[in-house]
């Protein structure tokens, strides 16, 4: 099956992500990417999972992070069904 216009673009971008090779490249490619918002947004995210998959309670992740319970559900849901919060994030 062929994809969308869209979806290479998409991929074309992962695929650009998984050349990154250094923090600073990263940063400089998020940069120019993403507005400071969205990259605050993003850690934030990430920051909610890691407290998630160590084990603390919604409450707790509230109490310690910068993100709406709308947000922080969407998280768990992808904690817990998701692939990439678990592979990433655990155990780091």
Known sequence: M???????RIQQLYEI???????????????DLCTIKEVENMAERCYAAKLLLAGNTYNQVMAQADISSAT???????VQ???GYSKLLKEE
């Open 72 to 78: 922080l559900s969407r998280v768990s849901r992808c």
């Open 2 to 8: 062929t994809q969308s216009p869209k979806q290479e």
């Open 17 to 31: 992500i998984t050349k990154i090779d250094s923090i600073d490249d990263c940063r400089a490619l998020f940069e």
């Open 81 to 83: 069904y998701g692939r």
